[in-house]
């Protein structure tokens, strides 16, 4: 049934999709000598204890990609997961700092992604949205920079994010940058209540007016937060895998996105950085299903949330969620 629902991918970084076996080809055809003997050596090194032991060897993997072909084979790579897993529209991030702070052109970076985003369209009828977002361990003015760096091709982009270390780094070390991207016409969205409070979540809200969520599991901590994002229905884009695999939380089981579901919270799933934390979308809807014993209903709910916290047209919405409702008939009567 996973299958069969066409769904949409709301928290997921591009390059975080950059699995051993492209990094070794990207390396080989920059000439990059990386710390690794094989594919088997690097997947070996995905063992993380926490949010910065995974950052250092992203930052490390990021190195390889130096052209603008290289983002689009980056980018079209994921588009082909996105179809063997019938998601059918994506939000994706990217982090211009990890590339233009070691020489790479901003232009080059987001040409590669948006040409590979223009043929996924045309080619696999997969929609999709562009988030830039900034390092958050990195100063505020650094950010600036790149939001102003970036004016050239604001057309291209949906909104702004706020990605990285979250702990020591609270949301309103950036309230200036994320104000002059709301003025330029760039929604907001934030990682928030991942490793950090559940504050953090309220200063996304507040200070950057963030109007979704990434991660906010932390937001159980804070009843009267719970009901605010109740009542204003602010999206939670849930990576489960990634939550497990950070040690966010110990096991699977002790996960709270259904606890979140049942609240009421528009809470979705995504898969955040796939090649890194052992699963795309699809791989992430059975872990919860089985670990959570999530219902057939339950499982259609977070699709569905899916598309109802997306950036889409009202149009393309409506047309998705019927596309949806096909589906899970269909599937139902099959039963």
């Avoid at 309103?172 to 934030?190: D, I, M, P, S, T």
């Avoid at 110990?250 to 709270?256: I, K």
């Avoid at 052992?278 to 209903?297: E, H, I």
């Amino acid at each position: 049934m996973i299958h069969a629902l066409p769904k949409a991918e709301l928290h997921l970084h591009i390059e975080g999709t950059l699995e051993p076996e492209l990094m070794f080809e990207l390396a080989a055809r920059n000439n990059i000598q990386l710390p690794y003997h094989s594919v088997e050596d690097v997947r070996r090194a995905y063992e993380f204890s926490d949010l910065q032991s995974f950052l250092d060897i992203y930052y490390a993997g990021a190195g390889v990609l130096q052209t603008e072909q290289d983002f689009y084979d980056l980018t079209w790579a994921y588009l082909l997961r996105c179809q063997q897993d019938n998601v059918v529209h994506t939000e994706i991030f990217f982090d211009p700092q990890t590339h233009t702070d070691r020489g790479i052109h901003f232009e080059t970076v987001i040409k590669g992604i948006h040409s590979a985003l223009q043929e996924g369209e045309k080619k696999l009828g997969i929609t999709s949205q562009i988030i830039m977002c900034f390092l958050r361990h990195l100063s505020a003015e650094a950010a600036m920079q790149t939001l102003e760096m970036s004016r050239p091709w604001h057309h291209w982009m949906i909104g702004v994010g706020l990605d990285s270390s979250e702990v020591g780094h609270p949301p309103e070390k950036f309230k200036a940058v994320f104000a002059r991207a709301r003025h330029y016409g760039l929604k907001a969205v934030a990682h928030a209540g991942e490793e950090g409070p559940a504050d953090y979540i309220w200063g996304a809200i507040k200070s950057l007016g963030a109007e979704r969520i990434d991660h906010g599991v932390r937001c159980e901590d804070d009843q009267q937060l719970v009901n605010y994002l109740v009542e204003h229905q602010v999206p939670l884009t849930v990576c489960p895998l990634s939550n497990e695999k950070l040690k966010v939380f110990s096991h699977l089981e002790d996960h709270n996105l259904k606890s979140m579901l049942n609240k009421g919270l528009l809470v979705t799933v995504n898969s955040d950085d796939p090649a890194y934390f052992g699963g795309y979308v699809n791989d992430n809807y059975r872990a919860v299903q089985s670990a959570l014993s999530l219902t057939d209903d339950e499982i259609c709910q977070l699709v569905k949330n899916s598309f109802n916290a997306s950036f889409i047209s009202t149009e393309l919405r409506t047309g998705y969620l019927q596309q949806l409702e096909n589906a899970f008939k269909e599937f139902q009567q099959h039963e």
